[in-house]
């Protein structure tokens, strides 16, 4: 795949110096043909992006250019997943900032250029994103290469990644002026920003003379939100890594300021050392990160979506003639309760019928978009259960027999070196195969991508979600399906813990670590209370207009990032002198993980 065409420009300049704060992340999902994201973390930082111009929010953004993307997947029939480059030129696609910087790094000097995509706002507000680039003439020729792979290498390439991000990423916004009052670290990657301001705080006299007040007002800028109760998802990198990348003087300073954990350079552990506001991204989640963090104060902000990006074409329209305060302001989306739940069920089945023709075409397979029509689609990985579905393929047929009829539509990318995840997408493979029932259909669809993700949720008629508790910390591709008026199906964990109103937003299965146990109570969920419902369609189109009503109020990103305006970025001081104080109830800690 090759990108050519720009997608943005810069629009009139304006002071970025005036902007406030300052939002770091390894990926944001910015358009459909920009391969800058992978999945759910991307996808929720542009999805804060686009909240942040909606609202006017005093923000810029910083990530890398990721000139070969993620990567595009290639599914066999067997469902081996193979791998290609998702190349793209920015030269040609979106403007340049204009200025070099450099940052010392693995002993020698790396300049770095930068590409600015601008995030356009309802009211015409811009939150500029900047996106670092190592493929600058003069540099190592293997430094050339630092930003092409998102996500790609081994820990050494990775941690010269987030070497860039962090402390390229501050020196390029003092270069152009800009000196945020707060720097958001979206996930641990962005860390060494910490060390970044550390290095300007102190500058000419360098690292070794900071003080404790030196860190402490390092800490006052600092917010940091982890995003995930799994241990491989916190990078870890060995100190003598850290030595030969980041140089002596700043491993001196990281070992000094206690930011070593198990003797090796945790990102998790020093953004938690240099931040004064920490926060989880669910209730469920704030939790179990107060456990696995005891000695630091964990909040917790619910993730969100954006409204406009994920609801369909049909329900903005109908929206738009309906209620047309919900761009700006989505609590509107509560006056949904206003609209006829048949045209909310009439729309919903444009959204359905542009899906199948997608499958169609994708696929060559013509679905019946008046059988219940279930979606799972999501990163693989083993944690998220994808096959737990098919545990029992044989009661899986029964219930599909039984109705007139089940159709299954899966989509899912996994890590190019997670074998065990691959492993899970050919099981899927392996079991549509054994097939013999009509009335049951499973298809897997090759490269899950954010045109495939917004297709699915807006057309299937219930959203299954079966992660391993607590390991789903929050999960978004549920909230983009409510915004449609489509329930889910979902184990008690992440999010749903918050959206779950029994038989009105959709239905919860409780969890179990025995996947027998836990696949039993899957199909006793979908035929005793699912199947009967989607039998009654005036139940079930109220079901619809609840999702958007309920969960399409709450779980946006304008209410989110509202709350870390409010919460995070500009608390007022008792709250930041409240969030210092670390109060784990014992209580809540054993229990959170049953």
């Known amino acids: 795949m090759s990108l050519t065409s720009p997608v943005h420009s810069a629009s009139a300049p304006f002071d970025i110096s005036e902007r406030k704060i300052a939002y770091f992340s390894m990926e944001i999902a910015l358009a459909k043909t920009l391969p800058t ?30 000139r070969r993307g993620y990567f595009e997947q290639h599914l066999d029939a067997s469902g081996q997943q193979t791998e290609s ?22 002993g020698r000097e790396i300049k770095l250029c930068a590409w600015r995509f601008d995030v356009l706002g309802v009211t015409g507000h811009i939150i500029p994103v900047f996106l670092l680039d190592a493929d600058v ?5 293997w430094d050339r290469r630092l930003t092409d792979h998102l996500y790609g290498g081994d820990t050494y390439y990775r941690l010269c990644q987030e070497a860039i991000l962090g402390l390229g990423g501050i020196h390029l916004l003092h270069a152009l002026g800009c000196q945020p009052e707060v720097c958001h670290m979206n996930e641990g990657h962005a860390a060494l920003l910490t060390i970044g301001l550390l290095e300007a705080r102190l500058a000419p006299a360098g690292l070794h003379t900071a ?100 609801i369909s074409q049909p329900f903005q329209e109908l929206l738009d003639k309906e209620i047309p305060a919900w761009r700006h302001d989505n609590q509107y989306l509560r006056s949904v309760y206003g609209i006829e739940p048949e045209v909310i069920d009439a729309t919903h089945a444009l959204g359905k019928q542009r899906l199948f023709e997608t499958v169609k075409q994708r696929a060559g397979v013509v679905l019946d978009p008046n059988i219940l029509t279930l979606g799972f689609a999501r990163r693989v990985a083993t944690y998220k259960r994808a096959n737990l579905l098919l545990h029992s393929l044989e009661r899986l047929v029964e219930i599909a027999n039984r109705i007139g009829g089940l159709q299954i539509l899966m989509a899912g990318k996994s890590h190019p070196a997670d074998n065990a995840g691959k492993g899970l997408i050919r099981d899927i493979f ?111 189109a109220e079901m619809r207009r609840h999702c958007i009503a309920i969960n399409g109020t709450f779980f946006n990103t304008n209410r989110m990032l509202g709350q870390y305006v409010s919460n995070a970025y500009f608390p007022p001081s008792a709250s930041i002198a409240a969030s210092n104080q670390v109060v784990v109830n014992d209580e809540v800690s054993q229990t959170v993980l049953a």
């Open 211 to 310: 003080t404790d007040a030196d860190a402490d007002a390092v800490k006052q800028q600092c917010v940091f939100t982890t995003h995930t109760p799994v241990p491989a998802g916190h990078d870890k990198f060995g100190t003598d890594q850290m030595m030969h990348v980041l140089g002596s003087e700043r491993a001196s300073i990281i070992e000094r300021f206690g930011c070593l954990h198990n003797e090796l350079l945790n990102m998790t552990y020093l953004a938690l050392r240099f931040s004064r506001y920490v926060n989880g991204v669910s209730m469920l989640h704030g939790q179990v990160s107060q456990q696995m963090f005891p000695e630091y104060r964990v909040h917790a902000i619910t993730n969100g979506v954006h409204a406009a990006t994920w």
């Open 37 to 66: 994201y992978s999945g759910g973390l991307g996808m929720l930082a542009g999805d804060s992006l686009r909240s942040a111009a909606d609202t006017g929010v005093s923000l810029v953004a910083v990530s890398l250019v990721h």
């Open 430 to 540: 392996a079991a549509a195969a054994r097939l013999e029932s009509s009335k049951l259909r499973i298809l897997y669809l090759e490269n899950y991508d954010w045109e495939l993700g917004e297709q699915l949720t807006n057309g299937v008629d219930v959203w299954l979600n079966t992660p391993l508790r607590p390991y789903e910390a929050s999960g978004t591709s549920g909230m983009k399906a409510a915004m449609n008026g489509v329930p889910s199906l979902s184990v008690m964990d992440g999010w749903w813990v918050e959206g779950c109103a029994e038989n009105i937003t959709g239905w919860s299965i409780e969890n179990s670590e025995d996947e027998e146990i836990q696949a039993g109570r899957l199909y006793d969920k979908l035929e005793n209370a699912v199947v009967p419902l989607f039998a009654d369609k005036v139940r079930w």
């Open 137 to 141: 003439e003069g540099n190592d020729p």
């Open 85 to 106: 480059d998702v190349v793209w030129s920015p030269e040609t696609t979106l403007p340049s900032v204009g200025k070099t910087i450099s940052i010392v790094m693995q």
